[in-house]
């Protein structure tokens, strides 16, 4: 046992005390300044509920962007641990465009269930190309002059259609093809055409991730397990 200070008084540290009630016995066998003594106390050990995490396997291999693929994660109740729990998983360092989930979202522990399996996925983005949106221009109403000699054709067409009604045949084909030019330059002016490139959306990477880690929070406690991911 440690000397005593100038006060009278010692520090004992005792570690790995049994769970429960339990009595602790001191003896001091006295030195040149204090006589021997001895005595005991009774003292609760308690230790709070908690669990643990593995994954199994720690790599998560996906063959391509926007696939996904999955490891099982097991959680194992300690200290008598007990209930159902919903799990949200929370993923950091995860690669570019990709999201985790869990299934099933929820575990319950009992003094006969202390183990419970769930599946971690982790879910990629594929590259894609998004059409760019047709560009309008509301504060401008005026009509272009495509759009006026649109116009200027079919009043035009309605001249000629008076004239082919008297010339018969002929001035009819004349008056149906300036109707059709008329059409093509209305068509145009109005954006008929077809928009841009669009704009490319290169998805998840290809690589390695080997910082990544899920976290899982069971009643009061969270942990942490480290894993890897691959994009082929």
Known sequence: MPDLNSSGQTTVQLNNLPVGNDTIALVYAGSTTYTGSSGSTAVTVTVSP???IAANPALISITKPGQSGSTSLTLT???GLTGTFNLAPQCLNLPRESACGVSPTSVTFSST?????????????????????RRLHPTDTRP???????????????????IGLRRGRRGIQVAFTVTAFAALLTF???GGGGGGGGVHDPGTPVGLDSAASVSLTVGATTHMVSISISVQ
């Open 77 to 79: 109740a300690m200290n």
């Open 144 to 162: 272009g002059p495509i759009v006026s000699l649109g116009f200027l054709a079919l009043g035009f067409f309605a001249l000629l259609s008076l």
């Open 113 to 133: 269930t202390t183990t419970a399996t769930v599946m971690l996925t982790v879910s990629t983005t594929a590259p894609s190309s998004v059409p760019a949106a």
């Open 50 to 52: 908690d669990f643990s």
């Open 188 to 190: 145009a002016a109005c």
